[in-house]
């Protein structure tokens, strides 16, 4: 795992004072980190000039320290590269300024903002623009001129670079260079649409030297303890016994089972509500249809296409007298359960039982309804867009719940998935757009119900489904694409964490 930090630059002011770093070193080595990136991705290699036609590289560079980055750089690299600066201001930061200053003095091409217009339209797919014109520390509204300066670059066929973060998250990078350290602000569902692929630079120092105390991680395919079967004289038996409530909606239901089943439980059973309409469809003959809870069950799913009318209180009702006299309760809560008037009941008793595993996987929307249920206040402007993308609101709503329920595990999720454990966040930021499809949840689930039931903690099959759902959504020929569907997901989990063995 990475680990994130929220005050990335009070972070990087400590590491300077312990260390006695002058500010000019860290922006040197910052800068030689980014040349280096550019240089590779051009073909270019260190000790070699460019010959014939250069490649371009168009610099867009503001007042701050941002901007001081973005100068170092084209110096670094203007022998090798054709380098193009637009300055949208004269730097008010000292650092930026000397950078500036000496740009000026080894007479690199600076352009105007007609120029500047000029070249994001003719630039090539081969060529590049570095976005250096707001750094991490940018609060507020862009103005109307520079949110005109980015849209031009984002309209160019440039491979585009992000110094740090995208600027003000207008910037639309194809990669986003960080300096330093992770910084929270770039896991938000916003920044993840616009900082493309984040890639960490470092700035001349032990990596070690930034790894303070922080509680927050960015997941990673090496943090996956996946259900490999190694052991050649097992049964069935040994893999757990996972059942998932069939209700008003069973295809959710059938496909949550059958993603249990596919990710390594043992048995995977339906439980039929008596008002269900699951004889209407096609269920997999691998799955068990039950009209109880089966004796054996180790984990129970309930929520996915549960409904809110009677198959949800029968349901309720079932699963309380299970949790009552089961020593080892597992349950995963989706969907249509967080709007059910009984789940507070059955948090309470989980919550009381020391050796209970509990995931609950809401959406923003259902996560709101869950703290109403439980009458836990929310900040008024919860579900509005600004605030479900502000990670700190987030968190800080995850912190409540976690305190009232702190054996419980919360899968937060989005296109930047967060889990909250025991006080700690986990960050999957690696499923793509191809997950926005009904269904996809259901095999979230699925997965995690599996893992319970096969005896994970409640931490570790949250990391390990949230990360194999992800993965599975990237692998193969469907990344990217708009024909994922549930049973391919299911499929692709074959085809996951294969080096990890």
Avoid at 260 to 267: N, V
Avoid at 285 to 314: F, R, Y
Avoid at 318 to 339: H, N, Q, R, S
Wanted: neutral net charge; hydrophobic residues 40%.
């Amino acid at each position: 795992m990475q680990k994130i930090f929220k005050s990335p630059a009070q972070l990087e002011k400590d590491v300077k004072q312990k260390y006695s770093i002058p500010d000019f070193l860290m922006m040197e080595n910052a800068a030689s980190g980014i040349a280096d990136f550019i240089l590779k991705k051009s073909g270019i290699t260190e000790n070699q000039s460019a010959t014939g036609s250069q490649p371009e590289v168009l610099f867009i560079c503001g007042k701050g320290n941002n901007g001081g980055d973005g100068y170092a750089v084209a110096r670094k690299i203007c022998d090798k590269m054709n380098v193009k600066i637009f300055c949208t201001s004269i730097p008010t930061a000292k650092e930026a300024l000397y950078q500036h200053d000496l740009c000026k003095q080894l007479e690199l091409t600076f352009i105007s903002k007609d120029e500047y217009f000029t070249e994001c339209r003719n630039l090539q797919p081969h060529d590049f623009i570095i976005d250096c014109l707001f750094g991490i520390g940018f609060h507020g509204t862009i103005n109307a001129d520079d949110k005109k300066i980015l849209q031009a670059a984002n309209d160019s066929r440039a491979v585009k670079i992000a110094c740090d973060i995208p600027s003000a998250l207008e910037f639309n990078a194809d990669y986003t260079l960080t300096m330093g350290s992770n910084k929270l602000s770039l896991y938000s569902d916003k920044a993840r649409n616009a900082s493309g692929k984040i890639i960490l630079i470092n700035l001349g120092i032990p990596q070690k030297s930034f790894e303070q105390q922080t509680d927050i991680f960015l997941i990673q395919n090496e943090d996956m303890k996946l259900p490999f079967r190694k052991d050649r004289s097992v049964h069935k038996g040994a893999f757990g016994f996972a059942s998932v409530f069939a209700g008003e909606k069973p295809g959710a239901g059938i496909i949550a089972a059958t993603s249990a089943l596919h990710f390594g439980a043992g048995y995977s059973c339906l439980i039929r509500m008596p008002e269900s309409n699951l004889e209407q469809f096609q269920v997999p003959p691998e799955l068990m249809i039950d009209s109880v809870i089966p004796p054996k069950t180790t984990c129970i799913l309930t929520g996915s296409g549960l409904g809110t009318g009677t198959p949800a209180k029968n349901a309720a009702s079932l699963l309380k007298k299970w949790i009552a006299t089961e020593k080892k309760p597992c349950c995963v809560f989706d969907a249509d359960i967080f709007y059910n008037e009984a789940l507070p009941d059955l948090l309470e008793m989980l919550n009381k039982n020391p050796e209970a595993q509990t995931i609950l996987t809401p959406h923003p929307k259902e996560f709101v309804s869950l703290m109403n249920l439980l009458s836990i206040p929310l900040r008024q402007d919860f579900l509005t867009t600004d605030s479900i993308d502000n990670t700190e609101a987030k968190m800080e709503a995850a912190k409540i719940f976690m305190q009232k329920f702190p054996n419980a595990v919360l899968i937060m999720k989005s296109s930047v998935t967060y889990i909250a454990a025991q006080g700690t966040f986990y960050i999957c930021a690696d499923g793509n757009q191809s997950l926005a499809k009904a269904g996809s949840g259901d095999v979230l689930a699925g997965l995690a119900c599996s893992l319970l039931a096969q005896g994970y903690t409640a931490k570790d099959a949250a990391i390990t489904a949230v990360q194999a759902h992800a993965s599975a959504s990237t692998v193969r020929e469907y990344k990217d694409s708009y024909a994922l569907t549930p049973q391919t997901l299911i499929e692709n989990l074959a085809y996951i964490g294969t080096e990890l063995k």
